[in-house]
T-cell receptor, first 111, second 114 residues
Framework: DGGITQSPKYLFRKEGQNVTLSCEQN?????MYWYRQDPGQGLRLIYY???????QKGDIAEGYSVSREKKESFPLTVTSAQKNPTAFYLC??????????FGQGTRLTVV | AQSVSQHNHHVILSEAASLELGCNYS??????LFWYVQYPGQHLQLLLK??????LVKGIKGFEAEFIKSKFSFNLRKPSVQWSDTAEYFC????????????FGAGTQVVVTP
């Protein structure tokens, strides 16, 4: 089945540690996105990539980093510089001007 | 700064009532507009979209939205809601000439009571 796989579903990390969230798609979509979802704030764009080896910062990129070495993969690293990393993270992909697929999300808790 | 505003954070209504959710955006260029829905425990999914043409667009499950360019609005409507419409609804916008940067509103939690 085609889709987006985010792993793991739940992730716990100690404060000060970097952590990488995985996002893989087998839809052959060019564009991929990372959003952070917090209660009452909707989805806020962290990073997006429209093509392999290229990505742009979204509205809340500080404390995060990404790479896009392969079309199907767009991992997100939450660094120790991110002040409030505990959140629900959503990955999405699109073939163009329409996001049609979202992953199941990863809930990150930093303790 | 570019933004998307949804007027109501929570809406509670009874079955068969009409629903209208407001969405306004502040973008200077030509936009594409979307409504997404997230049912409890499920993925976000596309409800409807507007790219161009008829400003009244129809989506799945009886929803429709009207693009009013002069008001920078894209309000979502449904004439008669059902209990199964309980969900969170998100408005989203992207510029046609830089479509990668999708911006979502904060979301509106809709609860439909039997």
């Amino acid at each position: 089945d085609g889709g987006i796989t985010q792993s793991p579903k739940y992730l716990f990390r100690k404060e000060g540690q970097n952590v990488t969230l995985s996002c893989e798609q087998n839809l052959n979509h060019d564009a991929m996105y990372w959003y952070r979802q917090d209660p009452g704030q909707g989805l806020r764009l962290i990073y997006y990539s429209q093509i392999v080896n290229d990505f742009q910062k979204g509205d809340i990129a500080e404390g995060y980093s990404v790479s896009r070495e392969k079309k199907e993969s767009f991992p997100l690293t939450v660094t120790s510089a991110q002040k409030n990393p505990t959140a629900f993270y959503l990955c999405a992909s699109s073939p163009g001007q329409l996001i049609t697929f979202f992953g199941q999300g990863t809930r990150l808790t930093v303790v | 700064a570019q933004s998307v505003s949804q007027h109501n954070h929570h809406v509670i209504l009874s079955e068969a009532a009409s629903l209208e959710l407001g969405c306004n955006y502040s973008y200077g260029g030509t936009v594409n507009l979307f409504w997404y829905v997230q049912y409890p425990g499920q993925h976000l999914q596309l409800l409807l979209k507007y790219f161009s043409g008829d400003p009244l667009v129809k989506g799945i499950k009886g929803f429709e939205a009207e693009f009013i360019k002069s008001k920078f609005s894209f309000n979502l409507r449904k004439p008669s809601v059902q209990w199964s419409d309980t969900a969170e609804y998100f408005c989203a916008v992207t510029l046609t000439d830089s479509w990668g940067k999708f911006q979502f509103g904060a979301g509106t939690q809709v609860v439909v009571t039997p």
